[in-house]
């Protein structure tokens, strides 16, 4: 029959508009995500801000957007003094957050990351001995 494909689809678009919609109000109502979303690299640390990193560079080796950098304390090769992050460049394949054999990584659901400069996509987990809080990082550029 003639025009048998254009009815299915009318009939498809018709059962969709007796549906309840689905649009959120972002800005006034923040959005329910997944669990499993994945938005914003962070580091997990202890009670006294020592990051849960040991430097053994698993996931800087296995990232493959080449996306984090860890530069190693020369006196103790188990201690990061600099974990940074370029999120402008992540897929957010979580692989990093795979590998990791201390469990150091996790993402979190801060989305509202937009910039105008690209810098701004530099973040750094570690910044020398000093340790930023769990879910957030010190923008490079500021």
């Not at 979303?37 to 801000?49: C, N």
């Not at 080449?66 to 304390?73: G, L």
């Not at 188990?78 to 469990?103: A, D, H, Y």
């Amino acid at each position: 029959m003639f025009g048998q494909g254009l009815l299915k689809g009318l009939g498809i678009t018709f059962q969709r508009l007796r549906r309840p919609t689905e649009t959120q109000l972002y800005p006034y109502q923040q959005p329910v995500l997944p669990a499993t979303s994945r938005m914003f690299l962070a580091m997990y640390h202890d009670e006294a801000g020592v990051p849960a990193c040991k430097a053994c560079m698993t996931c800087q080796t296995g990232c493959p957007d080449h996306v984090i950098r860890i530069e190693k304390d020369t006196e103790n090769p188990k201690v990061p003094l600099s974990f940074t992050v370029n999120s402008g460049r992540c897929t957010f394949c979580g692989i990093c957050v795979e590998l990791c054999p201390f469990s150091a990584l996790h993402f979190t659901g801060d989305f509202e990351r937009a910039t105008y400069l690209k810098s701004d996509l530099i973040y750094k987990l570690v910044d020398g001995s000093r340790a930023t809080g769990e879910g957030e990082g010190e923008r490079h550029g500021r």
